[in-house]
């Protein structure tokens, strides 16, 4: 019987049997099914799976029309990040130009919106500047980053130092203060940022802070779809269950720790976000089948689940992407097509 080549979640190579990969298939579905209280994957979705993970092609694709639009985060930071190129609007152009992207993404290095608000009208004329030279939409994009609030940076004591302490109600109402602060950034960010022409915004890695930060998030979307009612804004997630550091935070009468991608989606729906991005961690001990099973079956649920249109994350660490710089094209490549064809994604 021939082995099936695939490959580690930290993208070391794998030889497996297909008694292996379909024991890995199962178990990556049932621990996701089992966390999310959301359904398995069907016999057929195996079946999928199997053949795809046969195959011997180095790079395979989505079928003739079921392409699906992909966004982007930080795509003018990734070429500086590997010392290619500094100047971000040429950045834009080679996605735009060179690439064929559906949307390019302007972001500052920081890729927070704290540091944004010095200098937002340099970012402002940036922006315009990029917008002038691409056709593309154009998309600004930042974390909300409630860590860079605390001191000895921030005006807010820090959770961190507190909890060690004992100090559990002086940690809770730094994280409340810690989300007034954000909320007032965010809004006064995007607002300067809409005004000027951005298509769209990202809030990256929501949650990466727990669910202070989740809070923060859904009550800025709120208040800039209320005051820009035609605002295009993508919420993009940082985990597949949101972190209860605070562990009390409510929104919209909803605990917000411990939810998983279909619950975390009704929420960013009543916010007012136009896209949402769900976040299935890689496991790097595990197979890339094991992940990409596992991804599926939470993604799916919340595909089912969502009435805006769901753009799952894919990259370094996410959505079955191998935690390693260059991600192999061989399960990329894989990943995507059944996290589109599968999962039933409007996006990438």
Not at 2 to 17: N, Q
Not at 63 to 72: A, K, M, P, Q, W
Not at 209 to 214: F, H, L, M, N
Not at 228 to 252: K, Q, R, S
Request: proline share 6%.
């Amino acid at each position: 019987m021939s082995k099936i080549l695939t490959r580690l979640g930290d993208g070391s190579p794998l030889e497996m049997s297909e008694a292996e990969l379909r024991r890995d298939l199962e178990d990556g579905s049932s621990d996701a099914a089992e966390r999310g209280g959301v359904p398995p994957l069907t016999e057929e979705d195996f079946k999928y799976l199997e053949e795809l993970f046969r195959r011997r092609d180095r790079f395979i694709g989505v079928e003739t029309g079921r392409e699906v639009v992909l966004t982007y985060d930080g795509a003018a930071l990734k070429f500086k990040r590997h010392c290619l190129i500094e100047e971000r609007l040429q950045v834009l152009n080679m996605y735009e130009k060179m690439f064929g992207a559906d949307t390019v993404e302007l972001g500052h290095v920081d890729y927070s919106y704290k540091p944004v608000k010095p200098i937002v009208d340099y970012e402002r004329g940036t922006l315009e500047m990029g917008l002038l030279t691409t056709h593309a939409p154009l998309i600004y994009g930042a974390m909300p980053n409630l860590g860079l609030y605390t001191r000895p940076d921030g005006p807010c004591p820090n959770p961190m130092e507190l909890l060690p302490q004992g100090k559990i109600k002086e940690a809770r109402a730094a994280y409340e203060e810690m989300v007034e602060e954000a909320v007032r950034d965010i809004v006064f960010i995007v607002g300067a940022m809409y005004e000027s022409g951005a298509d769209g915004f990202n809030l990256d890695t929501v949650g990466a802070s727990g669910d202070a930060d989740v809070k923060a998030s859904l009550i800025a979307v709120e208040k800039l779809v209320a005051k820009y009612p035609d605002i295009a804004i993508e919420v993009g997630m940082a985990g597949e269950f949101v972190l209860g550091m605070h562990g009390g935070m409510e929104y919209d009468g909803v605990r917000l720790a411990g939810l998983y991608p279909h619950q975390q989606v009704k929420l960013a729906e009543k916010a007012g976000a136009r896209i949402f991005g769900p976040v299935v961690n890689t496991n790097t001990d595990r197979s890339i089948p094991w992940n990409l099973a596992r991804t599926i079956t939470f993604t799916r649920a919340c595909s089912d689940a969502a009435k805006i249109p769901v753009h799952a994350n894919m990259g370094m660490g996410v959505g079955a992407v191998p935690v390693c710089d260059f991600p192999p094209v061989d399960v990329v490549s894989r990943a995507s097509k059944a996290m589109v064809e599968l999962a039933r994604l409007d996006g990438l």
